[in-house]
């Protein structure tokens, strides 16, 4: 039997509401999925001295504090971080409509 797959439609301008629960996103993620270095940068860079609290609750922390921009760290690392930096950077909205605001950047960070 296949699980039940939920779908969203999410439309530009409209804010997302509902509960976004990390831990359980974090979850759900494979451990073979990987997000490359260069996305951590800004993350560190919001959290500022909250990164050394959150880190370890990380499966693979950088070393000395640095990301390297090609190397591959655990997307669940990525999403627990991306979760705190968007909660810090967007204090009056809900978790989700935050999180989905602070992703928009990754385009940016990529096309850099």
């Known amino acids: 039997m296949l699980p039940t797959v939920l779908a969203e439609t999410i439309r530009s301008g409209i804010a997302l509401f ?9 979850r759900s ?42 190397r591959d760290y655990p997307g669940g690392d990525f999403s627990r971080l991306a979760a705190a930096a968007a909660r ?3 204090p009056r909205l809900g978790l989700r409509e935050a999180v989905r605001r602070f992703a928009l950047e990754d385009f940016r960070v990529f096309s850099d």
């Open 18 to 26: 509902g509960s976004y629960d990390v831990e359980e996103e974090v």
């Open 29 to 70: 993620i494979p451990r073979s999925y990987g997000v490359k270095g260069m996305f951590f940068d800004r993350v560190v860079a919001v959290l500022g001295p909250d990164f050394e609290r959150i880190a370890k609750l990380l499966v693979d922390p950088p070393a000395r504090g640095r990301y390297v921009g090609f």
């Open 88 to 90: 810090k950077a967007y």
